[in-house]
């Protein structure tokens, strides 16, 4: 049986909706909802839309193998950064949206989160992530100069 052509092959997309808690730099908490998504199309990205029960407060885009350590180990710089939280059984993120901004630090279970990462695992292992750059260039390219 022959395998089908690459641009035969379906995507695999999976989400989970995993409870957060937002602590703003400047104090408090808020508990909040991440609506984390990973889809094979972009297969190094990881997308959480952060949300309250009836409003989408904020999208980012998160390297899933960075995700991934910072289970284990801090790891970032810059606009985001994930450090484990051993005592809570969680992955601290530190969100900056821009230098000298207001940030935000939030706080999630990291046995939800490591489901999650092991779902999507099962759609594409680590390392066998490819990416077709002359396909995203020629798209750009056919944005930019039609």
């Known amino acids: 049986m022959r395998s089908p052509p690459p641009e035969a092959v379906l995507q695999s997309c999976v989400s989970a909706l995993i409870a957060v808690h937002l602590q ?12 984390f998504s990973y889809d094979s199309a ?7 839309q952060f949300l309250t029960r009836d409003t989408v407060l904020t999208t980012w885009c998160f390297d899933r193998q960075m995700l991934a350590e910072g289970l284990h180990r801090p790891v970032g710089e810059g606009d985001v950064t994930f450090r484990p939280q051993w005592a809570d059984d969680g992955v601290r993120v530190e969100l900056n949206d821009s ?4 940030g935000a630090v939030l706080l999630i279970a990291a046995s939800a989160l490591s489901a999650f990462l092991d779902e999507t695992y099962a759609v594409i292992t680590p390392g066998d992530e490819t990416f077709d750059a ?3 260039l020629a798209e750009l390219l056919a944005r930019r100069y039609p």
């Open 24 to 35: 703003p730099v400047a104090g408090g908490g808020v508990p909040l909802f991440g609506r």
């Open 42 to 48: 972009d297969p190094y990205a990881v997308r959480a």
């Open 99 to 102: 230098e000298g901004g207001e």
């Open 134 to 136: 002359d396909g995203f």
